[in-house]
C-alpha cells in the first residue's frame, strides 16, 4: 500500500484536546484533526471552505508514530477582553481595547505544550479526490503557514514528504529521514531524550499492528469554521524500538 510519509519536529508544540475551563490541555501526539489542518493548510484550503475541508477529510487515513513526546510545559496565560455588548462588534484588538476600562475584564488560561516532540506521520489514501504526490508537493511548498497545533509553534525542520510502498503503518512510519542536526537521526534522538520506546497511533486497518487498546479522541473534523468535532475510532499500540 502507498503512504505519504512526513516528520514533525519543533521546540513547542500544542496538540489540542477538549477544553473545559481555563485550561487547554495538549495530547502528546498530534490527532487526526491536527495532520488535516496540516494538510489543509498546505493545500491552502481555508477553513470556511466546507466543501474541499470535507473532501480532504473523506479521503485520507492517518497514522502517527510518536518517537518522542516531548516535555510537558504549562504556560500561564493572562489577556484582556471587552465586556459583551449586544449589538456590538469588535473589528481589530484595537476596537477591543479601546472601551472604556470598566468594560475590559481579564481572563485567565494554562495552556500545554510539548517541548521537543518528535513525531512521523502516515497518510493514506480512502478517495479519489487527492492524490498523494499532491499533498507531498503541498507539503514541500506550502501555500499556508504551517505550525505545530498553535501559530505560536513553528515547525524547526523540514517535513520531508516522500511517498513509500509499505506492508503496513509500522514499515511505512519507520522509514529514514535526514538527521536533525546534520549528523545521524539515532544522534539527534538520543538528544532529543527518545528512548527506545516507541507509540503507534492509527485508524482503520494497520497492516502489520496489533492493537493494544482502543481510543475515542474528539478530533474528527466535523466543522471547521464552527471549530466542532466527532469522536472517532483511533487504535494504539506501544513496544521498544532500537535507534
Known sequence: MDYLVFRLYGPFASWGEAAVGPTRPSASYPGRAAVIGLLGAALGIRRDDDVRQRSLRDSVQVAVKQISAGVLVRDYHTAQVPQKQPRV???????????????????????????????????????????LSDL???????????????????????????????????????????????????????????????????????????????RYPYDEPLERGRWQFAARREYWHRTVEEA
Open 89 to 131: 462588534t469588535y473589528y481589530t484588538r484595537r476596537d477591543e481595547l479601546s472601551q472604556p476600562r470598566k468594560r475590559i475584564h481579564t481572563i485567565l488560561s494554562s495552556r500545554e505544550y510539548r517541548c521537543d516532540g518528535y513525531w512521523t506521520v502516515a497518510v493514506s489514501l480512502t478517495g479519489t479526490d487527492w492524490q
Open 136 to 214: 507531498a508537493e503541498a507539503l514541500r511548498q506550502p501555500r499556508f503557514h504551517l505550525y505545530l497545533g498553535r501559530k505560536a509553534c513553528p515547525l524547526a525542520a523540514p517535513v520531508v514528504p516522500q511517498i513509500v510502498t509499505a506492508a503496513g503503518i509500522r514499515e511505512a512510519l519507520s522509514s529514514p529521514f535526514p538527521a536533525l542536526d546534520g549528523r545521524s537521526e539515532n544522534d539527534a534522538r538520543q538528544r532529543l531524550g527518545a528512548g527506545t520506546e516507541v507509540g503507534y497511533a492509527w485508524e482503520g486497518e494497520s497492516g502489520d499492528l496489533q492493537p493494544q487498546e482502543t
